[in-house]
């Protein structure tokens, strides 16, 4: 038998060759590949300085808490809890005048983004956690860190309007967390 060379093979966080997409009637989920994934913590007195960096380096400052804020080519600064920040959408590394204004460390392998969205996606995401996410409630721009199925995540209201939501959570638990949203999925919105 001859040497075989290893040959490695790209997969997505759910162990396909490609992203995660799937859909049911008014309900969707698409995985967000190669999304980086930042977690940036305010030094102590130096909020002002570091969401002045920010706004400089991305074009948007720290978001008041529950929420996140937009800035330049995709990138999302989102509260993550007191003095707690995920940054998302960049590609490069972090700019010097971020990591000297605050701590930051890449998060990029540990956490995973899907998008989920529809008429439905409320309701699935009601049977998975215990956050009210309701437009009145959790408006576009919200953002909260809460348990889904008892795994952490950073949930983030894109588009109220549509109920178009991203949420983070820890690659670790990808299947688990797809096994738990394809249930809350076929039993608010049957694929028929």
Same mark, same amino acid.
Not at 28 to 45: D, F, K, M, T
Not at 67 to 85: C, D, H, L, P, S
Not at 148 to 169: K, P, Q, R, S
Not at 177 to 187: D, G, K, P, Q
């Given at each position: 038998?001859?040497?075989?060379?290893?040959?490695?093979?790209?997969?997505?966080?759910? %162990?396909?060759?490609?992203?995660?997409?799937?859909?049911?009637?008014?309900?969707? !989920?698409?995985?967000?590949?190669?999304?980086?994934?930042?977690?940036?913590? #305010?030094?102590?007195?130096?909020?002002?300085? &570091?969401? @002045?960096?920010?706004?400089?380096?991305?074009?948007?400052?720290?978001?008041?808490?529950?929420?996140?804020?937009?800035?330049?080519?995709?990138?999302?600064?989102?509260?993550? %809890?007191? =003095?707690?920040?995920?940054? *998302?959408?960049?590609?490069?590394?972090? +700019?010097?005048?971020?990591? =000297?204004?605050?701590?930051?460390?890449?998060?990029?392998?540990?956490?995973?983004? !899907?998008?989920? *969205?529809?008429? @439905?996606?409320?309701?699935?995401?009601? @049977?998975?956690?215990?956050?009210? &996410?309701?437009?009145?409630?959790? +408006?576009?721009?919200?953002?909260?860190?809460?348990?889904?199925?008892?795994?952490?995540?950073? !949930? #983030?209201?894109?588009?109220?309007?549509?109920? *178009?939501?991203? !949420? &983070?959570?820890?690659?670790?638990?990808? =299947?688990?967390? &797809?096994?738990? #949203?394809?249930?809350?999925?076929?039993?608010?919105?049957?694929?028929?």
């Amino acid at each position: 038998m001859a040497d075989q060379p290893y040959k490695l093979v790209s997969r997505s966080a759910f %162990g396909a060759g490609e992203p995660l997409a799937e859909s049911w009637p008014e309900f969707s !989920i698409a995985e967000l590949a190669g999304l980086s994934v930042w977690w940036l913590s #305010v030094r102590a007195g130096g909020e002002d300085a &570091l969401s @002045k960096a920010c706004e400089k380096q991305f074009g948007a400052g720290l978001p008041q808490a529950r929420r996140y804020a937009e800035g330049e080519k995709g990138v999302r600064i989102a509260w993550a %809890g007191e =003095r707690q920040y995920f940054v *998302t959408g960049m590609q490069d590394a972090v +700019p010097g005048a971020i990591e =000297r204004a605050g701590r930051v460390v890449d998060q990029s392998d540990g956490w995973l983004a !899907i998008r989920i *969205t529809g008429g @439905k996606s409320r309701e699935v995401m009601e @049977k998975l956690c215990g956050i009210d &996410l309701h437009a009145s409630v959790f +408006p576009g721009g919200s953002a909260a860190r809460a348990p889904v199925e008892g795994m952490i995540a950073l !949930i #983030v209201c894109e588009d109220d309007t549509n109920g *178009t939501f991203m !949420i &983070l959570f820890q690659r670790s638990s990808a =299947r688990s967390f &797809l096994e738990h #949203v394809r249930h809350a999925a076929h039993s608010t919105s049957p694929r028929g």
